[in-house]
């Protein structure tokens, strides 16, 4: 299991990559149809308490075939280490199973469905396809995915699921630049948005199938009472089933 590493007290600000304009104002928005980004949707003590739970639980699921790994696809070992929660993410094939071994996947906490709630209520007042799942989402699974100094995702379509429901994304920790292109390749053309800790990513609709990744982290942007010292947790919720 990896070491999801405590805070520490010299953090940095997030900094977004240093870009033009990194101290405008990041307004709520509606990136494009079906996708939006609400900053600092998470405050400090709710982002610290989440780190906290997924902690816990990624030590409860030390040595169970649940436990916090890199999983390895047919590309290779990924630099992110994962943790399933409601629904295991199984690959080859790639598939959502329920148990492994005989014993079920760990639960998603209260504290996630909680913030699953609120999340789609807050998107769904800047995006009519995101407001038509407020009330009736299902979080099925859930995956806690660790990214460490140097870790990326590579672009790739949540595709394992039967629902179009929506994707919940909460990030917390060290600033991440998340590319979403379209719906048919891998190809440009992209909207990139950095992701500082505590922001919300919610995409449906139209763009449910997206491809999607994150081509960097920018090390030492963790704020100060996060509950991270370094790198990333991003906290994805799914519905998987109609």
């Not at 995915?145 to 994707?167: C, F, I, K, R, W």
Request: net charge neutral.
């Amino acid at each position: 299991m990896p070491a999801i590493v405590h805070e520490r007290e010299d953090a940095h600000v997030p900094t977004l990559f240093d870009a033009p304009g990194a101290d405008l104002p990041r307004p709520p928005r509606e990136v494009t149809d079906g996708v939006v980004h609400l900053p600092g949707f998470l405050d400090l003590p709710t982002q610290r308490s989440l780190v906290a739970e997924a902690r816990r639980i990624a030590r409860s699921a030390a040595g169970t075939p649940f436990a916090m790994v890199r999983p390895r696809l047919r590309s290779g070992q990924m630099s992110v280490y994962m943790l399933s929660l409601g629904r295991y993410w199984k690959s080859h094939p790639y598939r959502y199973v329920e148990e492994l071994e005989g014993m079920r996947v760990p639960p998603i906490p209260e504290s996630f469905h909680k913030r699953t709630r609120e999340a789609l209520e807050a998107a769904g007042r800047l995006s009519g396809s995101l407001a038509a799942w407020s009330g009736s989402f299902r979080a099925e699974a859930a995956l806690v995915n660790y990214y460490p100094p140097g870790s990326t995702m590579g672009m790739h379509q949540d595709a394992n699921e039967l629902s179009e429901a929506p994707v919940i994304s909460l990030s917390i920790g060290d600033t991440a630049l998340f590319r979403l292109g379209g719906t048919e390749n891998r190809n440009r053309p992209w909207n990139e948005i950095p992701l500082l800790s505590g922001d919300l990513i919610v995409f449906g609709g139209a763009h449910r199938r997206a491809f999607h990744g994150v081509p960097k982290v920018e090390e030492g942007t963790a704020p100060d009472g996060c509950g991270l010292a370094e790198g990333r947790i991003n906290i994805t919720i799914r519905q998987v089933d109609l």
